[in-house]
């Protein structure tokens, strides 16, 4: 089995920072991209950042400038440093792993539990 474990949400005010990890664990054979998705109440989910395993990052528009995304394969973690929030990024953060478990395996997606982040104005 596999998990994603989050840490890091919390509340701050606007152009406060706060920092999110999550790490895999379990039977991983390839870890591929990951990454960091959110979710506002009453909006989909969208993607915020993504890395694949040479630190090539990709990112939402919005967040461009103002978050930073970095993984440590090593330790099968992913990162996201958001800096100079504001009330828009309030929502459920939510970590992602495109992984294969075995060789044969196809990739597929993981998700962790998600983790709050509210910014107040």
């Known amino acids: 089995q596999v998990q994603l474990v989050e840490s890091g949400g919390g509340s701050v005010q606007t152009g406060g920072s706060l920092r999110l990890s999550c790490t895999a664990s379990g039977s991983i054979y390839n870890l591929k991209l990951m990454g960091w998705y959110r979710q506002a109440p009453g909006k989909q989910r969208e993607m915020v950042a993504l890395i694949n395993r040479n630190q090539l990052a990709n990112y939402t528009d919005s967040v461009k400038g103002r978050f930073t995304i970095s993984r440590d394969n090593a330790k099968k973690s992913v990162y996201l440093q958001m800096n100079n929030l504001r009330p828009d990024d309030t929502a459920v953060y939510f970590c992602?792993?495109?992984?294969?478990?075995?060789?044969?395996?196809?990739?597929?997606?993981?998700w962790g539990q998600g983790t709050q982040v509210t910014v107040s104005p």
């Open positions: 992602n792993a495109n992984l294969k478990r075995l060789a044969i395996s196809d990739a597929r997606d993981y």
